[in-house]
């Protein structure tokens, strides 16, 4: 069978699977598919390695399923391997995508694009049990090297099954999704101390949505819309030709790109070189701005000799600033309710796929509010 056709196989079952029997699947494998933290951060981008590996094992019995590259780290054909990444990306994440089935269960653009790791891990030709030297990873890369062996000695007739248990795991985790959305969207909302919240958060999407909200508050009054909440910000390709983080647009017009810098992160000459190419790219760009999480970073030695330097004194470089996020919660603050601002970070959080499942989690236990579980 060829990918087309496999993946309409697939399409059918993923429509279909409403259970599946404990019974067909052998109890070890079920005890460690239990130990894997499923939506948690770093634990997610794998997880669809998991369900390709179990349907090419079964649509091609003859393959070592843990055999995930076709070439060594010199570009030379590994004797029985494959690509796992392109079956992934060309059957796996497709057929996932179309049941809204990625969402807390899997990356929406491939297992390996999220999991380097993996890939570097070429020179060993085969993910056996028991290796050493490789990468550390959030994940626990020795529990999936695990399950991918326990998948390629299952036998044939228990692989649907299995793939069954991984389908209904994925709709298990987006009916609890839902439940949390409807809980960020409500009317209701609460109120917390953001700035406060963020300090004990590290989540840079969670930055994001809290800088996305600020500029809400401050410019939509006036028609100005923010977008890029709901890109996906490790996928280059979801990033291609978008000047920044966040952008604020009017009748169709990028005025400001918005890069937002987490608590972890500072800037550097390197960043402002890539924000005066934009731009000179982009002269109707009216504005280039830094939002910086860490405030020590936003007003230390290195960025007032970059707002200093003769760099933002030229044409491009006077669109180029940098602010602490403290301050512009400041100013959203003065142009919106708390309550408010609680509200559009809900929203934006409910918008963003990127955010952590504990981050979800713990601001809906702060509004005071519960998905309905």
């Known amino acids: 069978m060829n990918y087309e056709e496999i993946r ?52 091609f019995p003859e393959i070592d399923c843990c055999r995930i590259w076709a070439e060594d780290e010199n570009g030379a054909a590994i004797p029985g391997g494959y690509s796992i990444r392109s079956a992934d990306e060309g059957v796996t994440i497709p057929v996932l995508a179309k049941h809204g089935l990625c969402g807390g269960f899997c990356s929406a653009n491939s297992g390996m694009q999220g999991s380097r790791a993996i890939e570097k891990m070429r020179s060993m030709r085969r993910l056996n049990r028991d290796f050493d030297g490789a990468q550390r990873t959030v994940f626990d890369l020795k529990l999936f090297a695990d399950i991918m062996n326990d998948i390629n000695e299952l036998d044939h007739s228990r692989l649907p099954e299995l793939l069954r248990w991984f389908f209904c795991k994925a709709r298990g985790i987006q009916e609890r999704r839902r439940d949390e959305d409807a809980a960020l969207l409500s009317p209701g909302g609460g109120t917390l101390d953001i700035e406060l919240f963020l300090a004990g958060i590290h989540d840079p999407e969670l930055t994001k949505c809290v800088a996305a909200a ?155 509010l519960a998905a309905h579980t």
């Open 8 to 59: 309409s196989e697939l399409d059918l079952m993923a429509g279909e699977a409403a259970g599946y029997s404990a019974g067909g699947i052998p109890g070890a494998l079920l005890e460690k598919l239990g130990r894997w933290r499923w939506g948690s951060y770093g634990w997610v981008s794998p997880a669809s390695l998991l369900v390709t590996a179990a349907w090419h094992k079964y649509y």
């Open 214 to 368: 600020c500029l809400e508050a401050l410019f939509s009054p006036g028609g100005v819309r923010v977008t890029g909440v709901s890109d996906a910000r490790t996928a280059a390709d979801a990033r291609a030709g978008k000047p920044g983080d966040l952008a604020l647009e009017l009748d169709g017009e990028t005025l400001a790109a918005v890069e937002v810098k987490d608590k972890s992160q500072g800037i550097d000459w390197q960043n402002i070189a890539r924000a005066k190419a934009i731009c000179a790219r982009l002269p109707g760009l009216r504005s280039f701005l830094f939002v910086l999480e860490n405030s020590g970073a936003a007003s230390g030695r290195l960025v007032r000799e970059i707002l200093l330097s003769p760099q933002l004194a030229s044409a491009d470089g006077r669109r180029i600033d940098v602010v602490a996020l403290r301050t512009l919660l400041a100013l959203a603050r003065a142009a919106a309710a708390d309550g408010e601002l609680v509200r559009l970070v809900s929203r934006n959080i409910a918008a963003a796929p990127g955010v952590k499942p504990e981050t979800r989690a713990a601001w809906l236990g702060a509004i005071g």
